[in-house]
């Protein structure tokens, strides 16, 4: 039974990391799933309310990692809220569009067309809002990875 359960906690942990640069798979989600699933297959008991308490605060911090990177990355670069909202469009559809390079075509091409559809402004300038939307997206994957490293990492250390 440790095995099975083991394995299911491992695994949700790697789709979480899936979900790091495929947007559709709630990563924060995944995560918690390890959690609840050890504490249905061994004890609740052993993680305290602490833990909980510590992890939600790390699922809040993921959730604003994702939005203000993205955000940072498209204003730096002169980017508006139509480069934001195309950028996360993009982010959302580039996979399922392009696999593989959609990831990070998607907020490129997104941000692009967000910014020339609908601010009208120059290809060059859209351009500069598509490079901040890919930048802030990736920094969002960097950010968000660390953070589930430490969220995985207090759960050993509190297991173990």
């Known amino acids: 039974m440790a095995i099975i359960a083991w394995t299911l906690i491992i695994l949700s942990f790697i789709i979480a990391f899936i979900g790091l640069v495929y947007p559709v798979i709630p990563a924060s989600l ?9 504490g249905l297959f061994y004890s609740f008991a052993e993680l305290p309310w602490w833990f ?4 939600i605060l790390f699922v809040i911090l993921l959730f604003g990692a994702d939005f203000l990177a993205n955000a940072v990355g ?14 996360t469009i993009g982010i959302l559809v580039g996979p399922f569009i392009i696999p593989v390079v959609g990831i990070l075509a998607g907020p ?35 950010v968000k990875g660390a953070i589930q490293i430490i969220m995985i ?8």
């Open 74 to 87: 498209v204003k730096k670069f002169g980017g508006t809220k139509a480069g934001m909202w195309g950028s």
């Open 108 to 142: 490129f091409i997104g941000a692009v067309l967000g910014e020339l559809l609908v601010n009208r402004k120059g290809l060059r300038q859209a351009m500069r809002s598509g490079l901040g939307s890919l930048i802030g997206f990736l920094t969002s994957v960097g």
């Open 153 to 160: 990492l207090l759960f050993v250390i509190v297991v173990s």
């Open 30 to 38: 995944f995560v918690f799933l390890g959690f609840v699933l050890y």
């Open 52 to 55: 909980w308490l510590a992890e």
